[in-house]
């Protein structure tokens, strides 16, 4: 039977990067229930690293998680992991004042946003229909993530340092015995002195497996589609566009253009699929805000964000049970704070104190910790 310090369930962006970061350390197991790493959330992921749009506590994560991104270690990556997108918000009629008032915060907080008349609004996106844009700024400050690239040089650096990454292998039970976990597992058991719980929607589903008190840890549907742009549009010069109330947004992908109502439906996990009424909405918002005429969708799918009930990341040993350690909650945002959220994480399992950028960030392990829900 095999033995580990640390058995992490769930080899999506969440595990690999505490593995990534755990690993030199400590000898770790991931066990992830696809026969491929990040399948669900992870590789579905519009892939957007942004500075501002989440909770003060999530915008000082994605701060420590950008000098991770610019300058990975030695090794890590052969491309580069973050490139400038750019983010252009639009208004239609009656929204002219909400923009106003996001490009003077934004300005008040030292962004170097760009406020933009509809007509330079549709120099940087020329598909925009003039007559639906009435208010336009840009923010520099978005770019796109190679997410398989960060997550195999997760992969790569956490098998180096020895960890070993099993697929096809899903938890089914897992009890204490002798102070430590014996798991078992879909492929054998094992045994490890920690579980860290990084299952993404399946959060929960693990805890009760290892009978611990659940973190009411939700998954969420979003959909997205893609279209074929026109052939004289340079869909790769395009930016981010998102609609100012975050109704809608739209961006290039993979040669084409994605498009997501930014819908957020309550689901059990699951390979969720996208709903006919939200691929339609997403279709519609498309030819609101746009000239295109849309015949044909390329592509359609749905992928899971799940939230704690304050819609903070959960970290930290489990109320009723500190050998439980959790990592899940990351909802939308997993991608872009996972450096961060692998230090904290690692630094608290290990028990050594986290770089001086956590302090100077004022990050406090508390607010993320199962404890806030006692």
């Known amino acids: ?169 899903e938890l089914l039970a897992a009890r204490q015995e002798d102070g430590r976990w014996k798991v078992e597992t879909s492929t054998g058991t094992i045994t490890a002195d920690i579980i860290v719980n990084a299952s993404g929607g399946w959060a929960d589903t693990v805890a009760e497996r290892c009978g611990v008190v659940s973190a009411g840890i939700v998954p969420h549907r979003r959909t997205a589609i893609t279209v074929d742009l026109p052939a004289d549009i340079d869909v790769a010069a395009l930016p981010e566009i998102n609609e100012i109330d975050e109704t809608y947004y739209f961006k290039p992908d993979a040669g084409r253009l994605l498009a997501s109502p930014a819908d957020e439906t309550p689901c059990e996990p699951a390979d969720v699929q996208p709903e006919e009424l939200d691929i339609a909405y997403a279709a519609h918002y498309l030819e609101e805000a746009t000239n295109l005429k849309i015949g044909r969708i390329a592509s359609s799918w749905a992928g899971m964000r799940s939230f704690a009930a304050d819609r903070l990341p959960v970290v930290g040993p489990a109320r009723d049970n500190p050998s439980f350690f959790w990592l899940a909650g990351q909802g939308g945002y997993g991608i872009l704070t996972s450096p961060a959220l692998g230090q904290l994480a690692a630094g608290l399992i290990i028990g050594q104190p986290l770089p001086d950028v956590f302090a100077r960030e004022r990050i406090d392990p508390n607010a993320f910790s199962p404890d806030r829900f006692g």
């Open 1 to 169: 039977m095999q033995t580990y310090d640390v058995a992490i369930v769930g080899g999506g962006i969440a595990g690999l990067s505490l593995a990534h970061f755990l690993a030199p350390s400590r000898t770790v197991v991931v066990l992830e229930r696809e026969t491929a790493h990040g399948y669900h959330s992870t590789g579905r992921s519009a892939a957007e690293f942004t500075l501002r749009d989440n909770a003060p506590e999530v915008n000082a994560l994605a701060r420590i998680s950008r000098a991770f991104m610019e300058n990975p270690p030695a090794g890590f990556a052969t491309v580069p992991l973050l490139t400038a997108r750019g983010s252009l918000w639009i208004g239609p009629a009656g929204k002219e004042e909400t923009i106003a008032q996001a490009r003077r915060k934004a300005e008040a907080d030292g962004v170097a946003v760009v406020a933009l008349t509809v007509e330079e609004a549709l120099q940087r996106a020329p598909f925009l229909d003039p007559d639906y844009v009435t208010a336009a700024y840009f923010d520099p400050d978005y770019w796109d993530i190679d997410v398989d690239a960060l997550l195999q040089g997760y992969a790569r650096s956490a098998r180096r340092a020895g960890a070993e990454l099993v697929t096809g292998t």
